[in-house]
């Protein structure tokens, strides 16, 4: 088994506190709300939303995947971090064990915010992620973020 780690920088002129709870928080709410083409629906599986919560996330008509199954491991919401572990669905294939995945958002000095991203691909045998794949994977994150970045700036009053 192998373990290959990707990190992600992305910058948001909203700041930290606001994103955490739309993108973090109420990401299950907000994300089939205003893309249904890229999470039908979000679903607590166990678990009351903290650390130990199973979700169901099941894709909208774009996907190339149909659900996928998340485990969180910890959220603290006063140091804006959340990670959680892919621990089922078909976007894992045969060669990857398990995705966990560490996000961080920062304060930024323009009054916006900094989001930093780790992944860690727990691959089966010797089998090695490709670059582009990861690539792949990201630019989708980063048009994702982008949409809940525009919902917030045209509802200056969500999230607050």
């Known amino acids: 088994m192998g373990v290959f780690t990707?990190?992600?920088?992305?910058?948001?002129?909203?700041?930290?506190?606001?994103?955490?709870?739309?993108?973090?928080l109420d990401a299950d709410n907000l994300i089939p709300k205003i893309a249904p083409q890229a999470v039908k629906s979000a679903e607590i599986l166990e678990g009351d939303g903290g650390a130990g919560t199973i979700k169901k996330i099941t894709f909208g008509e774009g996907s190339q995947y149909n659900y996928v199954k998340h485990k969180i491991e910890s959220i603290d919401k006063e140091n804006f971090t959340y990670n959680y572990t892919l621990i089922e669905g078909d976007a894992l294939s045969d060669k990857i064990e398990k995705i966990s995945y560490e996000t961080k958002l920062v304060a930024s000095p323009d009054g916006g915010s900094i989001i930093?991203?780790?992944?860690?691909?727990?691959?089966?045998?010797?089998?090695?992620?490709?670059?582009?794949?990861?690539?792949?994977?990201?630019?989708?994150?980063?048009?994702?973020f982008k949409l809940i970045e525009g919902y917030l700036h045209a509802n200056p009053d969500a999230y607050n």
Do not use: P, Q
């Open 116 to 144: 930093k991203s780790t992944s860690h691909y727990d691959t089966i045998g010797d089998v090695e992620i490709k670059e582009e794949h990861v690539k792949e994977g990201k630019e989708k994150a980063a048009g994702l």
């Open 6 to 24: 990707y990190e992600t920088e992305f910058t948001s002129t909203v700041a930290a506190a606001r994103l955490f709870k739309a993108f973090i």
